[in-house]
């Protein structure tokens, strides 16, 4: 069983940057690839995605400011997160899959989250 593990989550200021890593503990050939967050008191929703290592999408609040990334011999992905803003504010979690489903249990491999936390 692949195990996702996620990092690089923490408190920041409005306007600050993060970055957030999930590794795999192993090869896997999970096509699709995904960013979800949940805010207290929230649905958990669907951030980025990329798919095929190329083709990537991201939910309208985070266009322009999140980039999704794969290096796939460190089997990381990544999330950068820039001009970060309070309603951010999440546990953001990692997904792999073999297609980009809009909910976050459909994925075959999950992670178990890490907390960023804006303010403003």
């Known amino acids: 069983q692949v195990q996702l593990q996620e990092s690089g989550g923490g408190s920041v200021q409005a306007e600050d940057s993060l970055k957030l890593s999930c590794v795999a503990s192993?090869?896997?050939?999970?096509?699709?690839w995904a960013w979800f967050r949940q805010a207290p008191g929230k649905e958990r929703e669907r951030v980025a995605t990329?798919?095929?290592?190329?083709?990537?999408d991201y939910t309208d609040s985070a266009k322009g400011r999140f980039t999704i990334s794969k290096d796939n011999a460190k089997l990381t992905l990544y999330l950068q997160m820039n001009n970060l803003k309070p309603e951010d504010t999440a546990m953001y979690y990692c997904?792999?899959?073999?297609?980009?489903?809009?909910?976050?249990?459909?994925?075959?491999?999950r992670g178990q989250g890490t907390q960023v936390t804006v303010s403003s």
């Open positions: 192993e090869i896997t050939y999970m096509k699709c």
């Open positions: 990329i798919f095929n290592n190329v083709n990537t």
């Open positions: 997904a792999a899959g073999t297609r980009c489903y809009s909910a976050f249990d459909a994925f075959a491999y």
